[in-house]
């Protein structure tokens, strides 16, 4: 099984090799596409994850705080779907966490 991984001068990010979702639908890392937030600094802040395996569009992302805790949240990091005029808008399709499970299958290795 593969896995992403992700590093910055502060940290090393390691993704599972499924993301979980509360709806209980297991996704193949490799069918997950994952970009980085980086700050001015150029560490890494958050992870974007985009899918539409199996279905429609599910957007989330994880960020981590300052001891290296990760944390999710629906449709891009810097995104408010409060402010599009149509909900088609959105970077996703149906609205599901990642499950607590996938996140504590992360590994952070704080350099």
Not at 63 to 74: A, C, K, L, N, S
Request: hydrophobic share 30%.
């Amino acid at each position: 099984m593969s896995k992403k991984v992700f590093e910055d001068s502060d940290k090393k990010i390691i993704l599972p090799a499924d993301i979980k979702f509360d709806n209980g639908l297991v996704v193949p890392i490799e069918e997950v596409s994952v970009n980085t937030v980086r700050d001015d600094d150029n560490n890494i802040i958050a992870l974007d994850l985009n899918t539409d395996y199996d279905g429609p569009t599910m957007t989330n992302h994880i960020v981590f705080d300052i001891y290296g805790q990760p944390d999710t949240g629906i449709g891009l990091y810097d995104e408010d779907p409060d402010y599009y005029e149509h909900p088609d808008d959105r970077s996703y399709d149906v609205a599901e966490d990642i499950s607590q499970e996938t996140l504590d299958e992360i590994q952070i290795q704080i350099k």
